[in-house]
């Protein structure tokens, strides 16, 4: 299960959750208990770098 990190516009508490993909988004926050959560989006996991990784390379 992919872990999404989430902060509070309200409070500023942030944290991290185990989530499946099917699951709706959090929106109250543990802390403050306002529906003010929104879902942090950091950088990609994942570089390709080099050859090989599309049919027309070489």
Same mark, same amino acid.
């Given at each position: 299960?992919?872990?999404?990190?989430? $902060?509070?516009?309200?409070?500023?508490?942030?944290?991290?959750?185990? $989530?499946?993909?099917?699951?709706?988004? %959090?929106?109250?926050?543990?802390?403050?208990?306002?529906?003010? %959560?929104?879902?942090?989006?950091?950088?990609?996991?994942?570089?390709?770098?080099?050859?090989?990784?599309?049919?027309?390379?070489?």
């Amino acid at each position: 299960m992919p872990v999404y990190a989430y $902060q509070c516009k309200n409070c500023g508490h942030a944290f991290e959750e185990h $989530q499946s993909f099917s699951d709706a988004p %959090l929106k109250t926050c543990p802390s403050c208990g306002e529906d003010q %959560l929104r879902k942090k989006f950091g950088n990609v996991g994942v570089v390709f770098k080099g050859s090989g990784f599309y049919s027309n390379d070489k």
